[in-house]
């Protein structure tokens, strides 16, 4: 744990620098920025703090978060369409709920690591992407995605992968399986993230509510780390 949140202070300082030349190039959007990069502190500062917790305690904080990440889903869907017609999506989405909450019950080993990539992911794809992203990756479903920012956040896993390895931190046996795993972590995160775009880009919504500041709402935040969390607790599973 002591480790992980030094990583993260590290990591937290690199962020900040990135956020506060964003803001230099782009001075109009400061305050929203600097909000957004406090919120996700706390957000991810408060994901492990929860490493600690009893696993039991665990699943009901990863529970509650499902709870209010579905009424938020359906009432996303309420506002632009019928219930009936977007039953298979909830259906999925409630499937990777309950893998979510499963996760919460894995070792320190293996939640630890996957935390740390989806978070290191998400924390630099975003920043590289204002600064140097020059192509669209996907811009029919999400224009602001770029492929220089998803390289970006892909190269700062591997970096803290190779620091994880070296310092016994997963459960990797060698550390290009490291790598390995923590692409394949890099990719289902962004992963997830294209598919809670594809259902806002359906039903002509920015984000799923306004609940979070800066952020939108709880699956605007929690949607990469709800796919990847569910892959891997299903991935578990079935190699027991």
């Known amino acids: 744990m ?3 949140l030094t990583i993260l202070g590290v990591l937290s300082a690199v962020g900040g620098g990135m956020t506060a030349l964003a803001v230099r190039l782009n001075p109009l ?15 991810v500062f408060g994901l ?3 490493l600690d ?30 219930v009936r017609e977007y039953l298979w999506p909830i259906a999925v989405y409630i499937f990777l709920l309950v893998g979510f909450v499963r996760a919460a019950g894995l070792s320190h080993q293996i939640l630890g690591p996957v935390l740390m990539a989806v978070i290191v992911c998400d924390s630099f794809s975003q920043p590289t992407g204002q600064l140097v992203g020059r192509s669209k990756l996907i811009p029919s479903i ?3 995605k770029t492929t220089e920012g998803f390289i970006g956040g892909w190269i700062a896993v591997l970096i803290v992968a190779i620091f994880e390895y070296m310092n016994h931190l997963s459960i990797a046996t060698g550390l290009a399986t490291e790598l390995v795993l923590s692409s394949v972590l890099a990719v289902l995160a962004f992963v997830g993230d294209i598919l809670a775009s594809v259902i806002k880009r359906k039903l002509g919504l920015k984000d799923y509510s306004h609940w979070i500041p800066g952020h939108g709402g ?3 935040r929690f949607d990469s780390l709800i796919f990847t969390l569910a892959i891997v607790a299903y991935a578990t599973l079935l190699t027991q």
């Open 29 to 43: 959007e400061r305050w929203n920025k600097w909000l957004k990069y406090a919120v996700y502190l706390l957000f």
């Open 48 to 50: 492990f703090f929860w």
């Open 2 to 4: 002591q480790i992980f």
């Open 53 to 82: 917790m009893p696993r039991t305690s665990r699943m009901i904080a990863f529970g509650g978060v499902s709870l209010i990440g579905l009424i938020e889903f359906v009432r996303a869907i309420r506002l632009k369409a019928s």
């Open 218 to 220: 709880v699956n605007d």
């Open 142 to 144: 999400s224009p602001g």
